[in-house]
């Protein structure tokens, strides 16, 4: 069976330092990987996507960016975190388009201080 | 503009009580409409997916009915139990090309002993 995994659980940082916030997937081959970010009262707001390894697509304009090195890898990354990139922050993966259903991972939650 | 809208933003309900949630959405082309569970501090987790031609699905304690006329669902929870108490999410893909899934900013439902 396929399970996502999204680590670390909860994480705070300083403003001004790295975030290295990684996803895997097992048991499915090439799934579309997406990095979502949830605020309190409203809905999830895509990040990043990828349908395949170094194919990163952007929806919001932001302080950070996201890789692929691998099939089920999917890293969502800063060089320098901002007070405004608290949230809770969801790994998701499905196995195609819109027809699919979204499987989540368990989320982090970054708190930046 | 693509919108999903859902109401009430938060409820209180009895242990034992029936309760339903609405979603209201602008969404065009339609693809698929889902709800999510998402338990505090989780990712959401499917509970239903309804396509143009269903108007009903059911999950155990909880039936979402879909009307695609009036662009209306609602996902009701019979005789609610504590674990019930969670966000629920409505998520409504558009049948487009390219990547198009507008989340809900969900609905809060706490159920009390």
């Known amino acids: 069976s396929q399970t996502i995994h999204q680590w670390p659980a909860t994480l705070v940082q300083p403003v001004g330092s790295p975030l290295s916030l990684e996803c895997t997937v097992e048991?499915?081959?090439?799934?579309?990987l997406y990095w979502y970010r949830q605020a309190a009262g409203r809905g999830l707001q895509l990040l990043f996507y990828?349908?395949?390894?170094?194919?990163i697509s952007s929806e919001v304009p932001q302080n950070l960016s996201a890789s692929r090195p691998q099939d089920r890898q999917f890293i969502l990354s800063s060089k320098k975190l901002l007070l405004s990139d608290s949230g809770f922050y969801l790994c998701?993966?499905?196995?195609?388009?819109?027809?699919?259903?979204?499987?989540f991972g368990s989320g982090t939650r970054l708190t930046v201080v | 503009k693509n919108q999903v809208e859902q109401s009430p933003q938060s409820l209180i309900i009895l242990e034992g009580k029936n309760c339903t949630l609405q979603c209201n959405y602008t969404v065009s082309p339609f693809s698929n409409l889902r709800w999510y569970k998402q338990d505090t501090g989780r990712g959401p987790v499917s509970l239903t997916i309804m396509t143009f031609s269903e108007n009903t699905k059911s999950n155990g304690r909880y039936t979402a009915t879909l009307d695609a006329d009036t662009k209306q669902s609602s996902l009701h929870i019979t005789a609610s139990q504590l674990s019930d108490s969670a966000s629920y999410i409505c998520v409504v893909s558009r049948n487009t090309g390219g990547f198009k899934t507008i989340f809900g900013a969900g609905t809060r439902l706490f159920v009390k002993a």
């Open positions: 048991g499915t081959s090439n799934p579309n």
């Open positions: 990828s349908v395949g390894i170094g194919q």
């Open positions: 998701a993966w499905r196995a195609g388009g819109s027809n699919y259903g979204y499987t």
